[in-house]
């Protein structure tokens, strides 16, 4: 089983937490397939069958990327919007090509856990927010395996904790 983890990271070049998680990734390459998808297009423009026949060849997949302004980075967006295109990901003729892939969202917010509660500064669980990735995954018929997050990076960034960061990570990766 190999897993497809594809980054979206409009600055990933001064991402401290995705390049250590990328980097953790890349030690077992015959396990993980990254995409950057900053980097494969980075005007913006989305080669929509290329990106299609990427996630036929994969049953796990999981959409990393920085969670700010209480959602995903625009070319994310901008990714479900052209590729979950009608006749490929849904509709009554198009065979599902997504149906039971497994599917995880690993995630990093600024914001402390803490902040992220019904009680907390925001009124709003994290689950809460991720909802309409949840429905989208669950209408084209994939395995919506939940989110992984790493919380607070604004507030502490020392090094111990980011690298505590890598292990619950990969653990949530294998379980996609």
């Not at 590729?83 to 914001?111: D, E, P, R």
Request: aromatic fraction near 18%; proline fraction near 5%; glycine fraction near 6%.
């Amino acid at each position: 089983m190999r897993t497809l983890v594809i980054l979206i990271h409009p600055n990933f070049g001064e991402s401290i937490v995705n390049k250590l998680w990328i980097k953790a990734l890349e030690q077992s390459p015959e396990r993980y397939f990254i995409h950057n998808l900053h980097t494969a297009y980075p005007d913006g423009i989305i080669d929509v069958q290329k990106e299609q026949e990427l996630i036929e060849t994969f049953d796990h997949i999981v959409f990393q990327f920085p969670f700010y302004w209480f959602n995903c980075p625009p070319l994310f967006k901008t990714w479900l919007d052209e590729v979950l295109t009608y006749g490929w990901a849904y509709g009554s003729q198009s065979g599902y090509k997504m149906s039971n892939k497994k599917i995880g969202l690993a995630i990093t917010a600024g914001i402390e856990e803490k902040e992220y509660r019904v009680e907390g500064k925001y009124n709003y669980t994290l689950e809460q927010l991720l909802a309409p990735f949840e429905v989208t995954f669950n209408y084209i018929k994939a395995d919506y395996k939940g989110f992984h997050a790493y919380y607070g990076i604004e507030l502490d960034s020392s090094v111990e904790t980011i690298k505590n960061s890598i292990a619950p990570y990969m653990q949530f990766i294998a379980t996609v």
